[in-house]
């Protein structure tokens, strides 16, 4: 039990995420709950949007250090073309503030997810440091091999040009050679500060130690160092209550759960009002905040929040439609619901692919559908033509994922690695 672990000596940790970004900030926010019931003095630093919301954050003893941070559009932008790259004085200005943020805080260990400067700072400041990662990132540990980039503009005349088979093989040296030109401000913070630069970006991602917060079965790696540990999924879901409007569901009717995140894209939520529009299906969407949309142009049988509580949302839902998100992928199998993921950048592919090759769902890119948006909707009926099977397939997901226990597990890695560390 959590509770009788014994906890020799409170430790100030800091946890800086990619904080525009809620789930990156959200996994960081429940780890620091736990860390905090712990006895930990636990800093949340980053952006306020989301880590020093108190509807978000929900423990008042958490506290929150701001930091300047690459805003949702600036990420989006690097993650969906192949040219753009952040400067390097927005990275010069990231690590200026972490290096202050070090000297007035002075924590015993900094924990990073996707925030790419600290894994500079952190070894300048010469604090321990552990990552948060995904499994698909750590290309190098990682069983799925790379396909082509299905989400790039120009993925569609690659295709067209070498075929699909042809562009999977070949694709994926070119974008290990993009990810590397993306990296390069980093790179060369690297070098004026005397650090050994890094191969690859599943190498820069590397910290002192390391936790995947994947499943083995979801997300395969192999040969893994000492200094890392599978721990499986952490992700932040919010605690609404359910909304008065679903006592109006006709639960005869097919039901479909609609969310894309944080970083949804406008015109791909008003393309998939269009499709749905006029048919049989009853969609519930969660918007996220992404789009400001007037009561006259919710179509008929929609029903709109800005947050809803995802798995309690999924238990009634038959069809679960999303951007690729970890958080959602995972509430998913929890409710064994299958989806279709509508990938709107290059991480979100990776989780596209695993569920379509495990059998639980359908991959399509923001590109795809948006160009033919019928696609959207021969996907769902031929999810619901074959539901019992993706169900199925689910459930040996939902059974693997109860083997672990994330937080749990999480939190007493990185307590053994600060008494290492001592």
């Given at each position: 039990m959590i509770s009788e672990r014994v906890v020799k000596k409170s430790k100030r940790i800091v946890l800086t995420p990619a904080s525009n970004i809620l789930a990156h900030a959200g996994r960081c926010i429940?780890?620091?709950?736990?860390?905090?019931?712990?006895?930990?003095?636990?800093?949340?630093?980053?952006?306020?949007?989301?880590?020093?919301?108190?509807?978000?954050?929900?423990?008042?003893?958490?506290?929150?250090y701001q930091l300047p941070d690459l805003s949702v559009e600036e990420a989006m932008v690097m993650l969906r073309t192949m040219s753009k790259t952040i400067r390097r004085s927005s990275v010069e200005k990231h690590i200026d503030a972490e290096l202050e943020m070090f000297n007035v805080l002075k924590p015993d260990l900094v924990i990073v997810d996707f925030r790419l400067s600290i894994y500079i700072s952190a070894r300048v400041a010469k604090v321990p440091l552990i990552s948060l990662l995904e499994g698909r990132w750590i290309e190098q540990y990682s069983v799925r091999k790379w396909?082509?980039?299905?989400?790039?503009?120009?993925?569609?005349?690659?295709?067209?040009?070498?075929?699909?088979?042809?562009?999977?093989?070949?694709?994926?040296?070119?974008?290990?050679?993009?990810?590397?030109?993306?990296?390069?401000?980093?790179?060369?913070?690297?070098k004026k500060y005397g650090l050994e630069k890094k191969k690859s970006m599943g190498d820069l991602l590397t910290g002192d130690y390391?936790?995947?917060?994947?499943?083995?079965?979801?997300?395969?790696?192999?040969?893994?160092?000492?200094?890392?540990?599978?721990?499986?999924?952490?992700?932040?879901?919010?605690?609404?209550?359910?909304?008065?409007?679903v006592k109006e569901l006709d639960r005869?009717?097919?039901?479909?759960?609609?969310?894309?995140?944080?970083?949804?894209?406008?015109?791909?939520?008003?393309?998939?009002?269009?499709?749905?529009?006029?048919?049989?299906?009853?969609?519930?969407?969660?918007?996220?905040?992404?789009?400001?949309?007037?009561?006259?142009?919710?179509?008929?049988?929609?029903?709109?929040?800005?947050?809803?509580?995802?798995e309690e949302i999924m238990t009634l839902a038959d069809v679960v439609i999303h951007h690729?998100?970890?958080?959602?992928?995972?509430?998913?199998?929890?409710?064994?619901?299958?989806?279709?993921?509508?990938?709107?950048?290059?991480?979100?592919?990776?989780?596209?692919?695993?569920?379509?090759?495990?059998?639980?769902g359908i991959f399509l890119s923001m590109i795809e559908v948006l160009k033919n948006p019928s696609l959207i909707l021969e996907s769902t009926q031929k999810i619901f033509a074959h539901l019992e099977t993706y169900k199925m397939n689910m459930m040996r997901l939902k059974k693997d994922l109860e083997t672990y226990d994330?937080?749990?597990?999480?939190?007493?890695?990185?307590?053994d690695f600060l008494q290492m560390a001592a």
């Open positions: 429940i780890l620091a709950r736990e860390l905090t019931r712990r006895g930990h003095q636990v800093i949340l630093a980053g952006s306020p949007k989301y880590l020093n919301d108190p509807e978000v954050v929900r423990d008042k003893d958490i506290r929150f396909k082509a980039i299905r989400t790039l503009p120009q993925y569609p005349f690659i295709r067209l040009l070498l075929g699909e088979k042809t562009a999977d093989r070949i694709m994926p040296f070119f974008q290990r050679l993009i990810l590397k030109y993306k990296i390069l401000s980093y790179q060369a913070a690297f390391n936790l995947i917060l994947d499943t083995q079965l979801w997300t395969p790696t192999e040969h893994l160092p000492g200094n890392f540990r599978q721990v499986g999924p952490i992700y932040w879901a919010p605690e609404n209550t359910m909304p008065h409007w005869k009717r097919p039901i479909i759960y609609l969310t894309l995140g944080s970083t949804g894209h406008e015109d791909l939520f008003q393309k998939l009002f269009k499709v749905f529009g006029e048919t049989e299906y009853q969609i519930l969407v969660s918007t996220g905040g992404q789009i400001d949309i007037s009561d006259h142009e919710i179509p008929k049988d929609f029903y709109l929040e800005r947050y809803l509580p995802g690729g998100g970890t958080g959602t992928a995972y509430q998913a199998i929890k409710t064994f619901t299958p989806c279709i993921v509508i990938a709107t950048h290059f991480e979100q592919e990776f989780l596209g692919e695993a569920t379509e090759e495990l059998g639980v994330p937080v749990r597990t999480a939190a007493d890695t990185i307590e």
